[in-house]
Structure formats: structure tokens, C-alpha cells
């Protein structure tokens, strides 16, 4: 069910100074500024995607997205075969469940709402434009409605 990896990245303590660090020592742009100043990401001339977040909750440490075309028949799949995952979290451009591998490595099955592809930048701003909502106002996407 795993089709690739959307994101891996660090969690940082102060995310201005890891930007700093990627942009100006290693010459990576930043390809997607988190509106509210947790972090970054940095799309690659390969097509991979670099992040790093400031995540107050989360242990220090990496992260891998694994991408998946259906993140509700993942989720029943993997609590199938006895795997400990949380329940499906939607943010504004994705779908997302958390768990870890036998060492404790974090992973996140996650799944995009639009363009499943997901490595441009105008495609991120298409989705998260098409994801806003009036305020007050909530939506959950089926997972057809998802990757439609």
C-alpha cells in the first residue's frame, strides 16, 4: 500500500535558524513557508521533498511521510495485521496517521488531497487554496474525495 515517500525531514527547536541553516550554508529554497513559522519545505531537483518543523509535542528526531492513495483502507489494513496507528488526522493539504517501527522511529502514512504526485509548488498552493473553508465551517473529505 506504500506508494513512495511524500516528505522526510527533522524536527527542529527553532525553525528560523534551520531554514537559515538549509537556504543560505547548503543553497536549498525553500519551496513552501508554514504560514504560521513552524518550518519549511524544500522541494529537490530530483523531485523529493525535504522538511523541517518545529513540533513542541514530538520527541527531537527524523520523520518519513510514506505516501499512500488511500489512507482510510491503509489504516484498516495495517490495525489489520496488529500495527498500533492513530486515527486519521486531516490538515489542510493532507490526511495523516502516526505510528512508529519497532525501534521507535516515527512514521507517517500520509496522503495527499490533491495532485498525488504533490511535488510542485503551484500544486501546493492549488490545494491548500482549495482546502480552506469559511471560518467556523469543517469538512471531511471521503478518500475519494480526497484524491478526486
Do not use: W
Not at 519545505?41 to 523541517?52: A, H, I, N, Q, W
Not at 496517521?97 to 498552493?125: M, V, W
Not at 469559511?134 to 475519494?144: D, I, K, V
Amino acid at each position: 500500500m506504500i506508494t513512495g515517500i511524500d516528505i522526510a525531514g527533522f524536527r527542529v527547536d527553532d525553525p528560523a535558524r534551520a531554514i537559515a541553516f538549509y537556504r543560505d550554508a547548503l543553497g536549498m529554497v525553500p519551496t513552501h513557508l508554514d504560514e504560521q513559522g513552524r518550518g519549511a519545505e524544500f522541494e529537490l531537483s530530483d523531485g523529493s521533498t525535504f522538511g523541517v518543523y518545529h513540533l513542541p509535542d514530538a520527541p527531537p528526531g527524523a520523520g518519513v511521510l510514506l505516501a499512500v492513495d488511500d489512507i482510510y483502507a491503509a489504516v484498516t489494513q495495517y490495525r489489520a495485521k496488529g500495527l498500533e496507528i492513530s486515527d486519521v488526522t486531516e490538515g489542510p493539504i493532507c490526511f495523516m496517521a502516526f505510528t512508529q517501527d519497532p525501534e521507535g522511529n516515527r512514521l507517517i502514512i500520509h496522503q495527499r488531497k490533491t495532485c498525488p504526485s504533490y511535488r510542485s509548488s503551484t500544486c501546493r498552493a492549488r490545494a491548500i487554496a482549495a482546502s480552506r473553508t469559511p471560518a467556523g465551517s469543517t469538512t471531511r473529505a471521503t478518500s475519494a474525495q480526497a484524491t478526486a
